[in-house]
């Protein structure tokens, strides 16, 4: 191993503090969606749609039956009541699936099952329930104390959907509910966006292999997995390249491939300015490609961001809760964007303090918290230690709570913004 000291071009690397909201803008101008891919139904689920869906039949197609029950005519049973009920005849039996074998006239009702056709002539449907069956010399009908307004229990032609509608837009995320539009209109293959390829390095001479015993002044590398497992969540394919140590040599080898291998590459570790923070020399090294390499928040001040061959490339921190958060503001919005997503930022809503803030940093802070209701409202409290070392911490945060910089501290009451992390939405 070469661990070369670099210190002092390290120290002289020129870093201009951004906001975050900057940093994002100028990332955001290099997300476009990938190519688009066709995959079957039930692949679909988590994936984006690459195609706007428009209606190309009415929803439901034809009058449907809400109700097990009896096709009538509105205006025969009007003035029916307990003491002058309305014999009516029953001339078919419709079970769904089938077709009407008449229409139905004055004085007629057809026995219709829920889903299936309700024949020409009838306007409402009588649940069962609601009527008394007769045979008069052989022949059936229904007795009804009460009359119904037109329309009662069927589904008309288009009720949910006209012919033309929109039904889904191209970036729509697919769920239960998409799935189910998309068979309704015939969609057994779906084209959705192809899932973007990062690639992951780890950087760090004091990391073991996860598997490796522990030793001294040695760590294992939890960076790689848990970035594989956020790059998932947000529906990319992880390449999890390894480890490498500090060395500028085997490192910018690893980046080359990850370029080659990926649609974006993500480091983690080697980002500050020691003496073996390898990773800001590397970047140092591109000049006008970084688009940033300081941003004004805790955790994750160190991040920087890259566009190499028409690829981004994002400096995460090696503490794994810096790493976690940065990932979540700064590495999530370009996943999404690839897959057509047009929501990319973090869920931001507003919540009141459960516990004091009393560390005023100059920098935004973003504390993992959990976001709970009580008595109706949103509250959110900081979950364990908060500093960027810590790792504990990351699995049981649900939201981010933005605390803004100066000032006196925020006192537990008062409102707050949070980011929903894993899907929380409120
Ligand atoms: N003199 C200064 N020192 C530091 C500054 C500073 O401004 N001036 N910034 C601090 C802040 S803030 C952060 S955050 C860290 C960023 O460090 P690096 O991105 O350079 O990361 P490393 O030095 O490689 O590692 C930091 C820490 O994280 C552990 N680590 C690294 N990789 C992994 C991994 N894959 N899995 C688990 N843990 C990992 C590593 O062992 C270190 O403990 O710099 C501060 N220093
Ligand atoms: O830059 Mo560090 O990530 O604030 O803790
Ligand atoms: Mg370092």
């Known amino acids: 191993m070469n661990n070369k000291i670099i210190s002092s071009r390290n120290n002289n690397i020129d870093r201009h503090t951004i906001q975050v909201k ?16 066709e995959v079957v139904l039930e692949d679909a689920f988590g994936r984006y749609l690459a195609v706007t869906v428009s209606a190309d039949h009415p929803l439901p197609h034809f009058r449907r039956s809400g109700m097990d029950g009896f096709s009538i005519r509105a205006e025969d049973i009007r003035f029916a009541t307990l003491d002058n009920p309305v014999i009516l005849k029953v001339v078919d039996t419709i079970p769904s699936g089938s077709l009407p074998s008449c229409a139905i006239s004055r004085g007629q009702a057809s026995r219709t099952m829920t889903g299936a056709m309700v024949p020409e002539g009838a306007n409402a449907v009588i649940m069962l329930e609601m009527t008394q069956e007769l045979v008069e010399h052989g022949e059936p009908y229904i007795r009804i104390t009460k009359s119904i307004p037109a329309g009662t229990n069927i589904s008309d032609i288009g009720s949910e959907l006209r012919e033309g509608e929109l039904v889904l837009k191209s970036g729509q995320k697919i769920s239960a ?14 084209p959705v966006y192809r899932r973007p390829k990062a690639a992951i390095i780890a950087t760090g001479s004091e990391l073991l292999e996860i598997a490796e015993p522990l030793v001294p002044g040695k760590i294992r590398n939890s960076n790689l997995s848990m970035l594989a497992a956020q790059v998932k969540q947000y529906g990319g394919e992880p390449i999890a390249l390894g480890t490498a140590s500090d060395d500028i040599e085997e490192v910018s080898k690893l980046i080359d491939e990850a370029f080659q291998q990926a649609d974006i590459v993500i480091t983690t570790g080697g980002v500050s300015v020691g003496d073996y923070d390898i990773v800001s020399h590397i970047f140092s090294e591109w000049k006008q490609s970084v688009l ?43 996943l999404l964007g690839m897959q057509g997503e047009r929501k990319l930022f973090l869920p931001e809503c507003t919540a009141y303090l459960a516990n004091d803030f009393n560390k005023v940093n100059a920098y935004t802070r973003y504390v993992r918290g959990v976001c709970y209701t009580e008595g109706g409202k949103l509250f959110a409290r900081q979950v364990g230690a908060d500093q960027s070392a810590v790792v504990t911490s990351i699995k049981d945060a649900n939201c981010l709570i933005v605390i803004p910089p100066g000032g006196q501290g925020l006192k537990a009451g008062e409102p707050i913004s949070v980011l929903l992390l894993g899907g929380v939405k409120c």
Do not use: H, W
């Open 22 to 37: 900057d940093a994002l803008q100028r990332i955001t101008k290099y997300i476009s969606p990938l190519p688009s891919e």
């Open 177 to 190: 509910g998409e799935i189910a539009l998309l068979a309704s209109f015939g969609y057994d293959r779906v």
């Open 292 to 334: 940033f390499n300081k941003l004004a928040m805790r955790p994750g001040s160190v991040t920087s961001a890259a566009l190499k061959d028409e690829k981004l490339i994002l400096g995460l921190s090696g503490n794994p809760g810096a790493c976690f958060v940065a990932f979540e503001l700064l590495v999530r919005p370009v």
